[in-house]
């Protein structure tokens, strides 16, 4: 295929890697290259016939590439990451740290309009597509309320403050929407709900041999911002177990828009966004691909700086025409 | 509040008295008339501050309207209107005959360029936030399939072909998804679903005193295009029963995009949308508004020509500015 994108990937974890993979799925795009901070020659990816670049060399590389897609982390790598290289890249980013968000933007945006280049944050789905379903909910149901409920899935960060815990060798975090509540929502009660309500934890602890298993489950039920504000169980399994059963990264959720309409506003209308992901990591990174096919066009067609899915014409997420969007999908 | 949009609606049935009433609702939209082919006289709205006009006046008219919303037919109405208004008007419609969106588009096109108008057709929520579904969910998901299911709902078309047969007083059809394939598709299993499997149909109906509903039933059920494809039932009520169970007009439906991700195409990934409304024109009228918001302000920015709901930035659908939606919806 002639004209394709040309992909760079900066930051080789499972984000990575589903972008590596997602990019088999697309033949308008084309993996052209893979920085890294460590080692490149230690680095092994999916794709042999792909160069690994350590990141010093991204500057010097630039001009090989369309859109440079960073797999970062958002606590510490992509607020120092996706304004250095949108100086230099068209980037997208799946910053999701909600709340920074707005400096992040705004970093972001100085870099990319000094630059020439168009930069796409916080990507994924959730910011990401969940995003798009509160903005779309709220622009069509003015009159309304919107839940957002997540899971059943596993929590990253949960997980890592779990493994903090002296004593836990490994350990998977579960956020699983409280099904009572998911009906109250789509019964129409508009109910008033506490993060109690709206979600458990559930824990999965590989302890050390001898721990002391009864201070592990307090110090996770009892700990501040991550687990005392829900309900949470906590499981002792074995590594085994670990490995045979939560090896995968699931996750998804719902956002619900529950509204009315009508002379007297008793008019039901609910909207409702449910995603199921075997893989947590490899659907964001199906999200980010599509990211980087709009920034690739909005760079082409003379536009700059900082973009969130909000700005995108969703035709600009596909690879085929207008017409043939109108044609077969309108 | 000041720098309202100014809306006028043209044709008064269930949608234009919907946009009416979502109107109320847009503190930064306005109504500003109405357009009829009727006698204006005889034209009873729910807004009498606000002044009804004969079609004939639209081009007049023109200077005092931001955005004409058309709330006609997509048989007759819409394929004569909506190029003869977008020459001298912003406009939004519903057009909704699939298979003619091609032809549509390219008649409006031609004339909203000439007369330098932006116009947003077939808006709605089939074809419209479907469409944009369907969209999203194949470029997220290239190597996956979707699936539409409609109702449980209303077809007004299907009630007013059992109402032309001889001997029925009126009639409602209810289109309804079939549960068990709803599951399999949920269920990842991506099955192959002929009409039959996919919807069923529901008809009650008012006959004259007399009429053979032996005849009527068969008649129903054995239409081409309409029921012959499907498994239709016949229930016979009284014109009370009609009045007091089926004089809302629900609707709803759903939208998935079953795909695989991952080095071996064994991740699985489920997206769903799905709609429960209480009332298909109400429901329908407030994403024409939303994209009347967007059509007024793409055409401030001095765009023009034809577009549909896949050309609209979704920033645009929202009367708040990007950084508030980021910092609030994102």
């Given at each position: 295929m002639t004209n394709q994108t040309r992909i760079a990937i900066y930051g080789y974890g499972n984000l990575g890697r589903g972008v590596e993979l997602a990019i088999r799925?697309?033949?308008?795009?084309?993996?052209?290259?893979?920085?890294t901070r460590r080692d490149p020659a230690a680095l092994t990816t999916l794709s042999p016939d792909v160069p690994v670049y350590h990141a010093d060399e991204l500057t010097a590389r630039a001009a090989e590439i369309d859109v440079l897609i960073l797999c970062g982390g958002s606590a510490r790598d992509l607020p120092v990451q996706s304004p250095a290289c949108a100086?230099?890249?068209?980037?997208?980013?799946?910053?999701?740290?909600?709340?920074?968000?707005?400096?992040?933007?705004?970093?972001?945006?100085?870099?990319?309009?000094?630059?020439?280049?168009?930069?796409?944050?916080?990507?994924?789905?959730?910011?990401?597509?969940?995003?798009?379903?509160?903005?779309?909910?709220?622009?069509?149901?003015?009159?309304?309320?919107?839940?957002?409920?997540?899971?059943?899935?596993?929590?990253?960060g949960h997980s890592d403050a779990i493994r903090r815990i002296e004593g836990v060798v490994d350990a998977r975090q579960y956020t699983v929407p409280v099904e009572a509540a998911l009906e109250s929502v789509r019964a129409g009660e508009n109910p008033t709900l506490t993060a109690r309500q709206k979600h458990t934890r559930e824990c999965f602890v590989v302890a050390q041999e001898g721990a002391d298993l009864k201070r592990i489950e307090r110090e996770i039920?009892?700990?501040?911002?991550?687990?005392?504000?829900?309900?949470?169980?906590?499981?002792?399994?074995?590594?085994?177990?670990?490995?045979?059963?939560?090896?995968?990264?699931?996750?998804?959720?719902?956002?619900?828009?529950?509204?009315?309409?009508?002379?007297?506003?008793?008019?039901?209308?609910?909207?409702?966004?449910?995603?199921?992901?075997?893989?947590?990591?490899?659907?964001?990174?199906?999200?980010?691909?599509?990211?980087?096919?709009?920034?690739?066009?909005?760079?082409?067609?003379?536009?700059?700086?900082?973009?969130?899915?909000?700005?995108?014409?969703?035709?600009?997420?596909?690879?085929?025409?207008?017409?043939?969007?109108?044609?077969?999908?309108?």
């Open positions: 799925q697309n033949p308008d795009m084309r993996l052209v290259a893979f920085f100086r230099h890249f068209n980037i997208v980013d799946s910053f999701d740290t909600h709340a920074r968000i707005p400096e992040h933007f705004a970093a972001v945006d100085a870099a990319a309009q000094e630059g020439g280049h168009v930069a796409l944050i916080s990507a994924g789905w959730d910011p990401g597509m969940f995003s798009l379903m509160r903005l779309l909910g709220s622009c069509i149901l003015p009159e309304g309320r919107d839940y957002t409920f997540w899971g059943r899935g596993v929590s990253q039920v009892t700990m501040p911002n991550y687990f005392d504000e829900y309900d949470t169980t906590v499981t002792f399994i074995t590594m085994e177990e670990m490995k045979r059963d939560h090896a995968a990264l699931p996750h998804g959720g719902f956002v619900l828009r529950t509204g009315v309409t009508g002379s007297d506003g008793q008019t039901p209308q609910m909207i409702e966004y449910g995603l199921k992901l075997g893989s947590n990591p490899e659907f964001t990174a199906c999200v980010l691909l599509c990211c980087a096919r709009a920034v690739a066009r909005m760079h082409r067609e003379g536009m700059k700086g900082c973009k969130t899915i909000f700005d995108v014409p969703p035709a600009y997420f596909s690879p085929k025409s207008g017409e043939e969007l109108r044609r077969t999908l309108l």
